[in-house]
């Protein structure tokens, strides 16, 4: 969860790091660090390190760093998301060892790190942090004295008694234009400069578009060792020879820059019509009349007979992810007549879960780097189970470890609270529902030409929807003194009422609750008052009435309602306080337009809260340990 960025080359290190630091803050943001390395003196030995860290953000970094001397063209750095000790100085990264010859930077966590801690501690080392990162540093430094300082065989000795999961860049005073890097199950890029005259290093590849597109994805349990104007040399834990694979990287870095937003949060709710068009960008096929209309999807032709006999489907997920799985479920439940089970990754890998060779398991995640997805994938490969995934981060773990699969090409998203990741990741899954259920024979053709023209048809209703925001902005005002929320939907909308929870929770702190509407009279009813906002997703669908009988319950007990209707509607205006009007849409396509109002409602409610919309206290947006 925490970012890394290195770089060794001729050019000055520390503002190649400090800006990479500020891209990938997403990813953690109690405290950030950077070590330069000096070539040594004339006649010296060694060069030396030069440590600056701080607490909290950046930019407190960067102006800790002012007038200081920064000079050097090799480095590490990291921004942290605390899992082992406090967010403070002693316990932000990178850490030197105690005898001052190596320093490191680490994503992820240590299972073991308290034991190999007792045994260095017995053989005289001192620490200065609660940390599992120091720990590693201090066992790669008892190894590099008892090796003649071979740095990579270091190393890898000391990842072989570690447990756990870890990204790390190590450097040594020795050698001051080298670097060594490792990874498992946590991602690591190494971009390549010009003539493999400079290499960059990072989580992902964000950091580095601005100086290389050429990059490659260290892969688990692999060691990687870096020199300017030499090759990467790539080996195993185990020490054999592992292969270099060199990828193009396609990204629009106007992306990375929040394009005269507030927040990139806001920016990436205005982006999804755009999005939704990328996403479905040679997929959606219109022709020039309705019958014409197909979806072509790349992943159903080279895996077409084991998606079509498959009897049961898993989606595994979490979070944001898990709600659009919900909806992924009720599509291909509706439209292929397949049976879905959707799990949460975290507890599908504990549980020893049934898989069946002939399953398919669908991991969905924007980040293609969440560690329970990821172990969760691991467990449906050994049962023989189709790997298939649903991701945004092109490249990423999740996607290579993927048998097949399809991106949702959304763009970098960097505000930690998912939006267009959410609706990208919901437009694939009717894609991919449209299509299997028109090769199982489940869905009839003319429905199936209909419903693509509907899903074609997405991003200008987004557009639209999208026009609210200043009315939902001043709406928010009235919503800020709350201290508890209820989401209530059902179908289609019922997870869309989670995930509108979710963003209030995430970035403005309320602490909020979504739930089928039937299921309010079970026990949620109880907590309803006159100080209790209740949102409804009321659209026009099959349950609609339903939910207007679900509404009244709450207005005969003096519930403030604020519901999500569609355009026209009368009834629901008699009933409820506040109502966002969207555009009619197919129930099956409804999740995509009504998730829009709750989006700009978490948003405003957080801005005028005086919160930070994009890094929520105690989250980060890649996820990569448990």
């Known amino acids: 969860m925490c970012g890394i960025v290195g770089y060794v080359g001729d050019r000055q290190a520390f503002p190649i790091l400090i800006g990479g630091l500020e891209k990938l803050e997403y990813r953690g943001y109690d405290s950030a660090g950077v070590c330069i390395l000096k070539p040594a003196a004339p006649g010296g030995r060694q060069g030396s390190f030069s440590v600056i860290k701080s607490e909290g953000r ?69 620490f200065k942090s609660d940390t599992d990162t120091e720990v590693l540093v201090q066992l790669i430094d008892y190894y590099y004295k008892s090796n003649g300082h071979e740095l990579v065989d270091a190393v890898r000795r000391a990842l072989n008694r570690c447990f ?98 507030p927040h990139f949060m806001l920016k990436e709710i205005f982006e999804q019509p755009d999005c939704l068009r990328d996403c479905m960008r040679g997929r959606v096929i219109l022709g020039e009349k309705e019958e014409e209309n197909r979806i072509v999807l790349s992943a159903l032709r080279d895996c077409h007979d084991r998606l079509v006999n498959a009897k049961n489907i898993i989606i595994v997920a979490c979070g944001t992810s898990w709600h659009a799985g919900l909806i992924g479920k009720q599509l291909i439940e509706q439209l292929c007549r397949r049976r879905v089970d959707v799990e949460y990754a975290s507890e599908f890998r504990y549980r020893n879960p049934v898989i069946e060779p002939d399953d398919i398991v669908i991991a969905i995640s924007q980040s293609g780097e969440t560690a329970d997805t990821l172990a969760a994938i691991e467990l449906a490969k050994r049962a023989g189970a189709l790997v298939f995934g649903i991701v945004n981060a092109v490249g990423s773990s999740i996607a290579r470890e993927s048998d097949t699969g399809i991106y949702i090409h959304v763009g970098p998203e960097l505000g930690v609270a998912s939006t267009k990741a959410f609706t990208g990741q919901v437009a694939v899954l009717v894609m991919l529902a449209l299509a299997l ?190």
């Open 164 to 261: 756990g999961a870890y990204a790390i860049a190590v450097t040594e005073r020795e050698d001051p234009q080298h670097i060594v890097v490792a990874r498992k199950a946590s991602p690591l890029v190494i971009g390549i400069g010009a003539d493999r005259s400079e290499y960059f290093i990072a989580s992902d590849a964000t950091p580095m578009i601005e100086y290389t597109r050429q990059v490659v994805y260290v892969d688990d349990e692999d060691i990687a060792d870096i020199r300017p104007g030499k090759d990467i040399q790539m080996t195993t834990l185990v020490g054999d020879k592992a292969s270099v694979t060199v990828h193009e990287v396609d990204m629009d870095i106007s992306r990375l820059s929040k394009g005269g937003y």
């Open 58 to 126: 950046v930019s407190r970094l960067k102006a800790l760093a002012s007038g200081k001397d920064t000079a050097g063209c090799c480095g590490i750095a990291h921004t942290r998301w605390a899992t082992h000790g406090d967010p403070c100085t002693a316990n932000a990264h990178p850490h030197v060892s105690m005898s001052g010859e190596l320093a490191i930077v680490h994503n992820g966590i240590i299972e073991n790190y308290q034991i190999i801690k007792e045994q260095l501690l017995e053989r005289g080392y001192v």
């Open 437 to 626: 259920g028109l090769e199982l024979g489940t869905l009839d053709k003319k429905e199936y030409c209909r419903m693509t023209g509907e899903l074609a048809a997405i991003p200008d209703k987004m557009k639209k929807a999208l026009q609210t925001n200043d009315y939902i902005k001043d709406l928010a005002k009235i919503y800020t003194y709350a201290n508890n929320f209820l989401y209530l939907g059902r179908g289609y909308n019922y997870p869309v009422a989670l995930e509108g929870a979710l963003k209030l929770k995430e970035i403005s702190y309320i602490h909020a609750e979504g739930y089928p509407a039937a299921e309010m009279k079970h026990g949620p009813i109880a907590l309803v008052d006159a100080n209790m906002p209740i949102v409804f997703l009321a659209t026009h669908h099959q349950l609609y009435q339903k939910v207007i009988s679900n509404m009244k319950e709450v207005q005969a007990r003096n519930g403030r309602i604020l519901a999500i209707v569609t355009e026209g509607d009368e009834e629901v205006k008699s009933i409820a306080r506040d109502i966002v009007e969207v555009p009619p849409t197919p129930a099956l396509l409804s999740p995509l337009i009504n998730v829009l109002p709750l989006q700009l409602l978490a948003y405003h409610i957080a801005v005028l809260k005086g919160l930070d919309v994009d890094m929520p206290r105690n989250l980060a947006k890649s996820v990569t340990v448990e």
